[in-house]
T-cell receptor, first 112, second 111 residues
Framework: DAGVIQSPRHEVTEMGQEVTLRCKPISGHDYLFWYRQTMMRGLELLIYFNNNVPIDDSGMPEDRFSAKMPNASFSTLKIQPSEPRDSAVYFC??????????FGNGTRLTVT | QQPVQSPQAVILREGEDAVINCSSSKALYSVHWYRQKHGEAPVFLMILLKGGEQKGHDKISASFNEKKQQSSLYLTASQLSYSGTYFCGTESPGSARQLTFGSGTQLTVLP
């Protein structure tokens, strides 16, 4: 089991640029979650999917953020345009039913 | 609303015990505990699903008081490998699968 795979591990970009974060969940998992972690706000749930369908996106901070899950093995989180306050570690996690969340190693985003 | 964890930080000597508390203002369906080491992803420790339930794994155990909307994580005879930040994640009825995490408790175990 390869675990949840996120890419890139680190992303440095300039304000105003588009950023795309990628996630491959564990095979067979039907839930996928995007979390953001900062020192100030901790781990925040941004959006989650069930069977590729977005269930709750109330945690998405602004319209600049969007997420898609075109199939069971791939999801993206896009920020356009990016701002310095978006700098954080973004985690993707997946689970099957009520099983625990398995987190990826995260993408550390720095917006200058 | 984010659950409240206490203490925010604790420093122990190897072999000492620690308790980390998690309290919510909302009714809870379950409580999840995770540990995160610096620069790594959170790793699952245990889920508590029933009021009054207690679970244990090795020397780490937890309790869940559904009526008080509280959970506690107990670390006994701590080891150096226990160092990290511990998060509780709460799940409320009607918000299935939406884990809300506390701000974390930073645990440092010294030799």
């Amino acid at each position: 089991d390869a675990g949840v795979i996120q890419s890139p591990r680190h992303e440095v970009t300039e304000m105003g640029q588009e950023v795309t974060l990628r996630c491959k969940p564990i095979s067979g998992h039907d839930y996928l979650f995007w979390y953001r972690q900062t020192m100030m706000r901790g781990l925040e749930l941004l959006i989650y999917f069930n069977n590729n369908v977005p269930i709750d996106d109330s945690g998405m901070p602004e319209d600049r953020f969007s997420a898609k899950m075109p199939n069971a093995s791939f999801s993206t989180l896009k920020i356009q345009p990016s701002e310095p306050r978006d700098s954080a570690v973004y985690f993707c996690a997946s689970s099957r039913g009520n099983s625990p969340l398995h987190f990826g190693n995260g993408t550390r985003l720095t917006v200058t | 609303q984010q659950p409240v964890q206490s203490p925010q930080a604790v420093i122990l000597r190897e072999g000492e015990d620690a308790v980390i508390n998690c309290s919510s203002s909302k009714a809870l369906y379950s409580v999840h505990w995770y540990r995160q080491k610096h620069g790594e992803a959170p790793v699952f420790l245990m889920i508590l699903l029933k009021g009054g339930e207690q679970k244990g794994h090795d020397k780490i155990s937890a309790s869940f008081n559904e009526k008080k909307q509280q959970s506690s994580l107990y670390l006994t005879a701590s080891q150096l490998s226990y160092s990290g930040t511990y998060f509780c994640g709460t799940e409320s009825p009607g918000s299935a699968r939406q884990l809300t995490f506390g701000s974390g408790t930073q645990l440092t175990v010294l030799p």
